[in-house]
């Protein structure tokens, strides 16, 4: 069974959530999309500050044989909460709430489950590591759902600027999860997404295929910048931001014709008084 569960535990890489995040977006709920990915964003921050600041151990560090070296490969840092829950039970979770469709809870419920149950499978987490997990995660899907990021220019701009000069100021060293959180708030809370998603099932399909190429053409180019730089906390934080800002507003641009701009609603006319 452990091919199966490491297939499973995948769907809890960076790499799946950029994907799905990128989908939610253009293809659903673009301002929706906006809000779950701050949500997303510091919920990574939170998970890996409780992560690296308590330093709890995993089942496998005092005898590494009840891993196998490929489950382990798969385990990050400290145990406590397990990344691979929390995050699942905040996009997942988020996409539900958001949603509110009795099908994308039931879908959305097992994902989880099944990610969450991966990690014990794999013997790289402690049921307390799942737990604390899952409830974090609850609490930032909550959040994705209740709370509307301001969107006007100031409150854009500013909150992004402060993550970009704290990852600026992270010391040598730094896990390199909290550059990419707090690049990915920077990204997400600067964007505004101003798209209508596409309104027909082959234009969903080009804008999902394209667009992730796109998305994926960047990310690995930015991969290949010198080891030496995308160690630096704000470099790290630039290219993760700069792939969110790609993604929420390069591929629109890039794809207008299938992700066109939103309608903005005229402002009413003053009502003239009638003539006697």
């Known amino acids: 069974m452990e091919a199966f569960w490491l297939a499973v535990t995948t769907l809890g890489r960076d790499e799946v959530f950029i994907v799905v995040l990128a989908l939610y977006t253009w293809l659903l709920r673009p301002t929706g999309g906006r809000d779950l990915g701050v949500a997303f964003a510091a919920s990574y921050l939170v998970n890996t500050a409780l992560k690296y600041g308590l330093n709890e151990p995993r089942p496998f560090t005092a005898d590494p044989s009840v891993a196998s070296e490929a489950a382990r490969a798969t385990a990050g840092g400290p145990g406590l909460p397990s990344g691979h829950a929390q995050m699942a039970a905040t996009l997942w979770g988020g996409i539900a709430a958001q949603l509110g469709r009795t ?161 903005v609603a005229a402002p009413s006319s003053p009502e003239v008084p009638a003539r006697v």
């Open 103 to 263: 099908g994308v809870w039931i879908a959305a419920g097992v994902l989880i489950l099944l990610i969450a149950v991966s990690r014990l499978a794999l013997n790289v987490h402690y049921v307390q590591d799942i737990v604390v997990g899952l409830l974090l995660g609850a609490a930032f899907a909550v959040v994705a759902a209740r709370v509307t990021v301001p969107n006007r220019d100031l409150m854009r701009w500013v909150p992004a600027g402060i993550a970009l000069v704290v990852a600026a100021f992270l010391p040598a060293g730094s896990p390199r999860e909290y550059g990419a959180g707090l690049g990915m708030l920077a990204g997400f809370w600067a964007s505004r997404p101003d798209f209508r998603t596409p309104d027909t099932a082959t234009n969903r399909v080009l804008v999902a295929v394209l667009g992730l190429l796109v998305v994926f053409a960047v990310y690995f180019g930015l991969a290949l910048l010198p080891q030496s730089l995308r160690d630096l906390g704000l470099v790290r934080a630039l290219r993760y931001a700069l792939l969110v800002l790609v993604a929420t507003h390069g591929v629109p641009a890039l794809l207008r014709r299938w992700l066109p701009q939103a309608r």
